[in-house]
């Protein structure tokens, strides 16, 4: 699309993590040279870089066998970048326990009950799945009537068997945090209004596109969780598909179920559209500093190819550090080439916007360790997410029942979890796991948890079990303390 590029033009709603430092509308030229950033404390820089090699090592995935170096020599050189990113379908094979439990079913009866194992081979890159052959699971009856405004509250009574979460019904989830987006009356007004200059209402995106003499109808919302921009648009007649994936809630049941189309598509995947296409392509929460910036490129690139010439490009409240934004995505967004027609940018705050400035600070909700039967050996809570001494037992039974089939042996592995982000490994008879809330920053999560694992290894004098553990308790605590200071 070389030639219609500079046509593209770009919305881009961004947070950093210290000051304000412009505003500017309609225009592609920064107006006010931002001041100059706080300094950033060098052992933070050093453990963000650590975190990020091993966040980027976690979202790559090593090929297991080097082609023959004849082919090496004759593959084209972003074919050898991209399978590094995003190998292409040889991820089915380099998972191939999962991969094996997938297809381990009985063909023309009824497919065993196990979609968090699909779930989980498309993280890790394994898409598109292999077809089967059996029936899937669905409730007996649908009920007789669905709603069809997309805001009225989430019905009881829905198709989808919700086996593998703690809720069995979709309005339950609404109860579990109220900005997971399942509970509509906090739902319907997202989207609507102007409450800082990160905000772009639909009615203001669409009287943007209406003065360029431009027209939105359809478009692609990534990462879109329950599909409330979409529900939103859809008022306005506009047609949007959402991705999304299930990371610990049934995020495509939501969106299916209040009439909306849920593309199941992770973020790796190349978009499911044809070049040129689409009039506006939204990123919301789901796309954030968190992804290696090759892979976001890749992204962004592919953005590119399915919108059409003049279409809209909205990246809404991007996050990242003040310099990052300016050294890495700001060019990087800037390498389309688009013409920017709103382009803000804030303090970071929390995602209510109270907490300022404390994005290097991450808050650790509790550090874990428990046996290969998931018992407690040393627990720590940091918040009240959990008031009761049971609540706490409940969720350290659920988190090990969610992640005790996954390989988290030889490198940290991360999980949604009821809207934390869980970071865990496993040695021997040890698991160790950091929790922290969903805005919470993975990299810094991967840190506190290496942290964890380092110290006990050294307390534990390299004999990490649980044997020695126990009879080195009170320095585990101890050192737990010391690790996340109240948080
Ligand atoms: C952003 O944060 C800095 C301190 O980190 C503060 O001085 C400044 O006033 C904040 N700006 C806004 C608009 O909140
Ligand atoms: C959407 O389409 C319907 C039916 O054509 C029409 O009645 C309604 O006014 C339209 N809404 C908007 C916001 O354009």
Redesign the pocket.
């Known amino acids: 699309m070389g030639f219609t590029m500079g046509l593209n033009l770009l919305l881009l709603l961004a947070m950093v993590?210290?000051?304000?430092f412009s505003l500017y509308h309609l225009s592609s030229t920064i107006q006010s040279k931002p001041p100059a950033p706080?300094p950033v404390p060098d052992h933070l820089i050093h453990q963000l870089s650590t975190i990020r090699a091993t966040i980027n090592h976690l979202t790559s995935l090593q090929p297991t066998k080097k082609p023959p170096s004849s082919a090496a020599a004759a593959a084209p050189s972003d074919l050898l970048v991209y399978t590094h990113i995003g190998p292409i379908a040889s991820s089915c094979k380099d998972n191939p326990i999962l991969l094996h439990q997938y297809m381990n079913y009985t063909p023309f009866s009824l497919c065993p009950n196990d979609s968090p194992i699909a779930e989980n081979l498309i993280l890790r890159g394994c898409h598109p799945l292999p077809r089967r052959r059996c029936f899937s699971r669905t409730a007996a009856a649908a009920p007789p009537s669905l709603p069809t405004d997309p805001f009225s509250p989430l019905p009881e009574k829905t198709p989808f068997l919700l086996t593998h979460y703690s809720c069995k019904t979709l309005p339950c989830f609404a109860g579990l945090k109220s900005d997971m987006g399942f509970d509509m009356k906090i739902e319907k007004s997202r989207f609507l209004t102007y409450k800082s200059d990160l905000d772009l209402p639909i009615s203001q995106l669409l009287e943007i596109a209406k003065s360029a003499k431009s027209i939105i109808r359809v478009a692609l919302d990534i990462g879109g969780g329950t599909g409330t921009f979409a529900a939103q648009m859809k008022l306005q007649n506009v047609t949007v598909v959402t991705t999304t994936m299930n990371l610990g809630a049934p995020y495509n049941e939501a969106v299916a179920i209040r009439g909306l189309l849920p593309l199941h598509a992770p973020l790796q995947q190349r978009l499911p559209v044809f070049d040129g296409v689409l009039d506006l392509v939204r990123c919301g929460h789901a796309v954030n500093r968190w992804i290696p910036v090759t892979s976001m490129e890749f992204l962004f690139f592919d953005v590119d190819r399915v919108l059409r010439g003049g279409g809209y490009f909205l990246i809404d409240h991007f996050f990242s550090k003040k310099l990052d934004l300016e050294k890495v995505f700001t060019p990087l967004i800037g390498k389309l080439g688009y013409k920017k027609v709103k382009w803000a940018v804030?303090?970071k705050?929390d995602s209510s916007g109270v907490k300022?400035?404390e994005d290097l600070c991450p808050s650790v909700k509790n550090i874990l360790l428990l046996d290969s039967e998931g018992k407690r050996i040393a627990v720590k809570y940091y918040s009240d997410d959990w008031p009761t001494n049971s609540a706490k037992e409940a969720f350290e039974k659920a988190v090990f029942t969610k992640t005790q089939k996954i390989n988290a042996r030889t490198e940290a592995e991360i999980s949604m979890f009821e809207n934390n982000i869980i970071v865990y490994k496993f040695v021997q008879d040890l698991h160790f796991y950091v929790t922290g809330g969903e805005d919470e920053n993975e990299l810094i999560l991967a840190t506190v948890l290496q942290g964890f694992f380092d110290a006990v290894g050294i307390l534990l004098r390299g004999n990490i079990d649980k044997k020695e553990a126990l009879e080195n308790l009170d320095l585990i605590l101890l050192c737990i303390d010391e690790i996340a200071d109240g948080g």
């Open positions: 993590a210290t000051n304000i706080p804030a303090n705050s300022n400035g």
